[in-house]
T-cell receptor
Framework: AQSVTQLGSHVSVSEGALVLLRCNYS??????LFWYVQYPNQGLQLLLK??????LVKGINGFEAEFKKSETSFHLTKPSAHMSDAAEYFC???????????FGKGTRLHILP | GAVVSQHPSWVICKSGTSVKIECRSL??????MFWYRQFPKQSLMLMAT?????????EQGVEKDKFLINHASLTLSTLTVTSAHPEDSSFYIC?????????FGPGTRLTVL
């Protein structure tokens, strides 16, 4: 069965510092992987997705993630945090096209001035 | 492109009444739509998957007679919460999928008094 584990329910970084949000997945076959961001009382916005093409995926707002099969990881990074990055971030996995998405529990990112 | 709308964005109702939430894909056709429920500070929990013209597939533990889902066209799915009770108060989010990626609506905040 598929599953997603996000390490750290809360992460705090200083403005301008590196952002690293961790995600590990469990899947019997190479899955599709996603990172979504959610601002308060809003729906989810796709940051980036991995669909078995390039292992380093670049997304919106300066975020990127690297698919590492050997580590079953798909960590999200951003070189320099901005105050507007403060939000909830969800890692998600999907086994097949048109299949349901399984979400991690989320990581709240706090940006310190 | 790829916009999903939900209506209403928030609703307050009395216990025992029914509430209908609409999910529309505005600029694409969605063969599959998903309904999620999100409690405060928690992740999204998939409630059901709906395919146009067929019965929805409910996740384990979700009462299909309480949460009625209709996917009448390739651009519209509705979720009706029947005989709502305070414990049904939550944030309901839909998503629509034209293929690999799911596009999420802005969510509907339901408060049952």
């Amino acid at each position: 069965a598929q599953s997603v584990t996000q390490l750290g329910s809360h992460v705090s970084v200083s403005e301008g510092a590196l952002v690293l949000l961790r995600c590990n997945y469990s899947s019997s076959v190479p899955p599709y992987l996603f990172w979504y961001v959610q601002y308060p009382n809003q729906g989810l916005q796709l940051l980036l997705k991995y669909t078995s093409a390039a292992t380093l995926v670049k997304g919106i707002n300066g975020f990127e993630a690297e698919f590492k099969k050997s580590e079953t990881s798909f960590h999200l990074t951003k070189p320099s945090a901005h105050m507007s990055d403060a939000a909830e971030y969800f890692c998600a996995v999907m086994l097949n096209r048109d299949d349901k998405i399984i979400f991690g529990k989320g990581t709240r990112l706090h940006i310190l001035p | 492109g790829a916009v999903v709308s939900q209506h209403p964005s928030w609703v307050i109702c009395k216990s025992g009444t029914s509430v209908k939430i609409e999910c529309r894909s505005l600029d694409f056709q969605a063969t599959t739509m998903f309904w999620y429920r999100q409690f405060p500070k928690q992740s999204l929990m998939l409630m059901a998957t709906s395919n146009e013209g067929s019965k929805a597939t409910y996740e384990q533990g979700v009462e299909k007679d309480k949460f009625l889902i209709n996917h009448a066209s390739l651009t519209l799915s509705t979720l009706t919460v029947t005989s709502a009770h305070p414990e049904d108060s939550s944030f309901y989010i839909c998503s629509a999928s034209p293929g690999i990626e799911q596009f999420f609506g802005p969510g509907t905040r339901l408060t049952v008094l």
